[in-house]
Nanobody, 123 residues
């Protein structure tokens, strides 16, 4: 059974940093795209970042470009999201996602979702 387990969320002041991790189990995803989405209260789930199978290509939403960095460790079947210069508008539940490609992830065509981790940024 495939499981994606996120960790690293929490409460941080504006300008601070957090690092999210998502560990996959049940199968290996070294040939898949992996990514992060977020959903704020009352809003739709939105794409945040994606990384291709090798880690050689990354994609970001305009709202996080230059502040967030996605990376992956295929040996650990884990994807990370380093979030710097956090803003109150980054407050949301962050979800890990796996898809056949980064293109499909950006189209929200997700094969597997994590359960989510809360990130709260105070002003």
């Amino acid at each position: 059974q495939v499981q994606l387990v996120e960790s690293g969320g929490g409460l941080v002041q504006a300008g601070g940093s957090l690092r999210l991790s998502c560990a996959a189990s049940g199968r290996t995803f070294c040939s898949y795209g992996m990514g992060w989405f977020r959903q704020a209260p009352g809003k739709e789930r939105e794409f945040v970042a994606a990384i291709n199978w090798s880690g050689g290509s990354t994609y970001y939403a305009d709202s996080v470009k230059g502040r967030f960095t996605i990376s992956r460790d295929n040996a650990k079947n884990t994807v990370y999201l380093q979030m710097n210069s956090l803003k109150p508008e980054d407050t949301a539940v962050y979800y890990c996602a796996v898809g056949l490609s980064t293109t499909r992830l950006r189209d929200k065509r997700v094969n597997y979702w994590g359960q989510g981790t809360q990130v709260t940024v105070s002003s």
